[in-house]
């Protein structure tokens, strides 16, 4: 019992470094551009606009400019394509799906006078139910290159340092039920072994060029936030509105680490794999309240706040081990199937916004939202998260995200374009890493009744994949230049 518990705090403080468990608070404090198709055409620039089911997630307030019952449907294409530089090697690959990122219903609730739309006092109270996609983690991430300098094996070895030969030996319950940790599985592949006192090394024959290490990383899911929100308008000046969300979470990783003794030497294994397992379910609560001011007919400014998110999260989690030996023989060892349940609170979000109108012949619109992602923490505050938490305040920072749009309109025919730059959450980014850039455009066709949109979407980023890290701070680094183009239909009937 006691080695599967120490086994459960490793985990907790490295997630075997393929998910550190700062990355799972960033994966869910992190939103996309819009969620409709007129929102995501210019830019997500939505926030002083209104009138779009993307208010329930940029601001609220903008529910209360609709002017009757409407109801909205969304589906989208999306194809997301990796081009990953490692090792002086460079790979390829892409993935496909299909969502549905918004659909919801507003009701209108207006005042009249003489049987005209009353324009004194607060004119009209709407209510929504709203449901918006606000990530997709749909993907792969495919790489691969010669290593002549370390190996995964060497961070095994590592971990089993400190341990004694009968400590990291499997017990009769591992033998039974499954492993408790990778260290173990290692040792009892042969792929590490004891050289001297609770010291432990990789063992693998001497490196020349002749090692080779595959990464396959497939994800799949998202999460989507269910908004009902009440909002009003006071004399068509001044709108203010907000809600309580709900976030569902579901995220599914593939990680597949391989590497391939390409040497001559036939003294212990040819290629073994490691594939690491994990899907995580949950819910996250918050709420959002927002502001619109029109001083003039033509401008309209805003400004939106929504509270962190408390995500309720259950992760489910299984390792293989899978060894070919030089022999001809192999081996095939997994870990118990394992869970864990646990709290993300997610940063506070403001979001101020401004917007130009030209008549009804189009307008021009800015957001810029702010974020601290140094406030990410992890619950229960334990042992283990407080060194993530700790880790969270270093590495992480404000970012700032700027959204650009505008339209143009010509009889029932709009024109849109727009673009966002989504600053890096990292304190300190090197070649701009996990910053997100995003150039969109759209078409709409608007009728009395109904109203037709198509957004085009185009997003650019660069991240780092480090599969493993040694002690002496070797980090073997791949860079990810990614791109993903979304193609975004969005159909609005009024009721």
Partial sequence: MKKLINSLLMLLVCQGAFAQGDIDALRYSQDEIGSTAKSMAVGGAYGALGADLSSAVINPAGLAVFRSN?????????????????????????????????VGMVFYNGKYDKRKPATKGWVNTNFSITVNRTNNFNGIRNYSGTNDDNSMLDYFAERANGLSVNEISASSEELETGYFDIETMAWDAYLID????????????????????????????????????????????????????????RYKEQNRFIET???????????????????????????????????????????????????????????????DYDDGTYGEFKTMEGYYEYKILSPLKTTLSGV???????????????????????????????????????????????????????????????????SSPLATAADDNLTRNYITGGVGLKDKRWSLDMAVVQQLGKETIQPYTLDAGIVPTAVNSAKR???????????
Avoid: C
């Fill in 70 to 102: 409407s109801f909205t449907f969304g589906g989208s294409m999306i194809n997301t394509k990796s081009n990953i530089a490692y090792q002086d090697n460079t790979k390829k690959d892409f993935d496909f799906n299909l969502a549905l990122p918004s």
């Fill in 194 to 249: 004891s050289v001297g006192l609770r010291t432990f090394g990789a063992a693998i024959d001497p490196l020349n060029n002749q090692l080779n290490q595959k990464n396959v990383i497939t994800t799949n899911g998202g999460t989507h936030e269910i908004g009902i929100h009440l909002s009003s308008n006071y004399e068509n000046k001044f709108y203010i509105g907000g809600g309580l969300n709900v976030t569902t979470v």
């Fill in 261 to 323: 003794d390409e040497s001559s030497n036939y003294n212990n294994w040819s290629v073994w794999s490691l594939t690491q397992n994990v899907l995580t379910k949950g819910v996250g609560v918050s709420a959002n309240v927002g502001v619109i001011f029109k001083p003039t007919a033509n401008v309209r400014v805003g400004a939106a706040l929504k509270t962190p998110t408390l995500y309720d999260l259950r992760d489910e989690y299984n390792d293989e081990l899978v060894v």
């Fill in 356 to 422: 130009y109108l030209f008549g009804k012949n189009g307008f021009i619109s800015s957001d810029i939202e702010i974020v601290d992602y140094s406030t990410m923490r992890l619950r229960p505050a334990n042992s283990a998260f407080e060194v993530a938490n700790d880790r969270i305040s270093s590495k992480y920072g404000k970012a700032v995200n700027i959204r650009l749009g505008g339209e143009y309109v010509r009889n029932m025919v709009r024109l849109r374009g727009g673009l966002a730059r989504y």
């Fill in 485 to 495: 183009n979304s193609l975004v239909i969005t159909l609005t009937t009024k009721f």
